[in-house]
């Protein structure tokens, strides 16, 4: 019963690199996002999906891309690493509709030096 | 909706005894009211939630909430703590308004003293 599952569960990255954080699922919900989370400051919404090939931008979406060309996948992709983006990351999925239980990955804590 | 406020950053209190988090929102329409639990290095899960009907809703744990529409708030209680009750709750909102995105507090962190 794998559920919501994140990788790497720790990276550290240098200023200006690149990498994904992968997400999957295995409920087969249509709804799945992506929040950071930083002392203080609660979640904050990335970007989300409501279907394959659909994607849009939450909260805070600059200096990260998604795409979900499955149901089941969602990775998170940092273009340019920066300090800034030195957080916990967390996927999440969910049925689409008001009201729903979100599911959530165990987090991806990335630093930034 | 267009905000949640969680009252208090910190709660400490002694096991055994009573506690009350408290979570206030601001809607102008119906609402779902979620509050989830977020144990130390983990992802969050869900300790209750609120769609309609019955305004006190009990979920896991021994925790229960209320709705209170009038004063806008959704506090969560539990009548005799645990020392595994050690975590951060965060109160969560949605509604037609944010199209049923959730609206999160900044999350209250539940400290256990023996």
């Known amino acids: 019963n794998a559920g919501v599952t994140q990788t790497p569960k720790f990276q550290v990255l240098k200023t200006g690199q690149s990498m994904t954080l992968q997400c999957a699922q295995d409920m087969n919900h249509e709804y799945m996002s992506w929040y950071r989370q930083d002392p203080g400051m609660g979640l904050r919404l990335i970007h989300y999906s409501v279907g394959a090939g659909i994607t849009d931008q939450g909260e805070v979406p600059n200096g990260y891309n998604v795409s979900r060309s499955t149901t089941e996948d969602f990775p998170l992709r940092l273009l340019s690493a920066a300090p800034s983006q030195t957080s916990v990351y967390f996927c999440a999925s969910s049925p689409t509709g008001g009201g729903n239980t979100i599911y959530f990955g165990e987090g991806s804590w990335l630093t930034v030096v | ?114």
């Open chain 2, 1 to 114: 909706a267009q905000s949640v406020t969680q009252l208090d950053s910190q709660v400490p209190v002694f096991e055994e005894a009573p506690v009350e988090l408290r979570c206030n929102y601001s809607s102008s329409v119906s609402v779902y009211l979620f509050w989830y639990v977020q144990y130390p290095n983990q992802g969050l899960q869900l300790l209750l939630k609120y769609l309609s009907g019955s305004t006190l809703v009990k979920g896991i744990n021994g925790f229960e909430a209320e709705f209170n529409k009038s004063q806008t708030s959704f506090h969560l209680r539990k009548p005799s703590v645990h020392i595994s009750d050690t975590a951060e709750y965060f109160c969560a909102v949605s509604d037609s308004d944010s199209n049923y995105q959730l609206i999160w507090g900044a999350g209250t962190k539940l400290i256990i003293k023996p």
